[in-house]
């Protein structure tokens, strides 16, 4: 089992910036990605950024430009820098990763952290 912890959420205006951390407790076999993804009440769980195991990213065209998505490999920890925010950017935060062993495929989520910007 994999464990994930998340940090960094927490109430900001409008134009600032707040980084946000994901810790996975351990990694098994090998890792394919690690993401953010973001829901708004009343809403759907929608994919904010991704990183895959080569190092490519994916973005949400909502958030191109200001938000960068990074990893530290030896931490086991995904990084999510969110710049010049918005009052939409309203949401709970939520790590994901996705992990492959020999027999299956795994996906692991956060327990969520509350991003609040004000206008």
């Known amino acids: 089992q994999v464990q994930l912890v998340e940090s960094g959420g927490g109430l900001v205006q409008a134009g600032g910036s707040l980084r946000l951390s994901c810790a996975a407790s351990?990694?098994?076999?090998?890792?394919?990605?690690m993401g953010w993804y973001r829901q708004a009440p009343g809403k759907e769980r929608d994919l904010v950024a991704e990183?895959?195991?080569?190092?490519?990213?994916n973005y949400a065209d909502s958030v191109k430009g200001r938000f960068t998505i990074s990893r530290d490999n030896a931490k086991n920890t995904v990084y999510l820098q969110m710049n010049s925010l918005k009052p939409e950017d309203t949401a709970i935060y939520y790590c994901?990763?996705?992990?492959?062993?020999?027999?299956?495929?795994?996906?692991?989520w956060g327990q969520g952290t509350q991003v609040t910007v004000s206008s």
């Open positions: 351990r990694m098994i076999g090998s890792l394919n990605s």
């Open positions: 994901k990763i996705v992990v492959s062993t020999l027999r299956n495929t795994y996906m692991y």
């Open positions: 990183i895959t195991t080569p190092g490519n990213t």
